[in-house]
């Protein structure tokens, strides 16, 4: 039976580059939600003020 071990240090590497990467996802959607709320606000912007004429 072949048993893989790993040390502390890999295990605390390979959290940390994960956290990272899950860190940039969200930094990433929360970005994204950003750019639609405003592309969509500007849109309701414009066609309200094109119903206002």
């Known amino acids: 039976m072949y048993i ?3 040390t502390g240090k ?3 590497q ?3 580059r994960y956290s990272k990467i899950i860190f ?3 930094l990433e959607i929360y970005c994204y939600y950003i750019v ?3 592309i969509i606000l ?3 912007n414009c066609t309200l003020i094109l119903r206002a004429y």
């Open 14 to 16: 390979l959290s940390n």
């Open 36 to 38: 639609l709320e405003v």
């Open 4 to 6: 893989n071990t790993i």
């Open 10 to 12: 890999e295990i605390e």
């Open 42 to 44: 500007n849109n309701l």
């Open 24 to 26: 940039i996802y969200l």
